[in-house]
């Protein structure tokens, strides 16, 4: 083995780690594929599916998070200019994660796998 990666075991679901929000520079945001696959284990059309089905919005119907890949925050379903992808900092990965949790979308045992393995890029990230 040429490394190991050590995760948090005390992790507290009930604590944000970036409560203000994360770096949106574009070297700290990651894609909707890299999303799905680092943070639940998914493909990439899993997040678009949960989008579709609605388990991404909050209590009042709005979507929870939503970021171009410019850093800016997208208001809207959908990104305006189609010519740009969607991106996610840690911060918004964090909100999906508690809001994928109580929509029921993700157990609460993925969601602390997630936050694990969010707390473990914020520190190699600098940003934790």
Known sequence: MDGAIVLDSNVDP???LFPNG??????????????????FGRDAYWIRRIEDR?????????LVVRRGRRGDTVIDDRTQDPTMARAYS????????????????????AQLDGLRVLAA???L???L
Do not use: Y
């Open 54 to 62: 609605q388990m991404l919005n909050d209590e009042s119907g709005k």
């Open 22 to 39: 994360s770096s949106t520079m574009p070297s700290h945001l990651l894609t909707v594929g890299e999303v799905s696959r680092i943070f």
């Open 125 to 127: 990230w600098g940003l």
């Open 90 to 109: 840690l911060g918004d990965v964090e909100i999906m994660l508690h809001t994928l949790a109580a929509n029921g979308a993700i157990s609460p045992a």
């Open 14 to 16: 009930t604590k944000r």
């Open 121 to 123: 890029v914020g520190r």
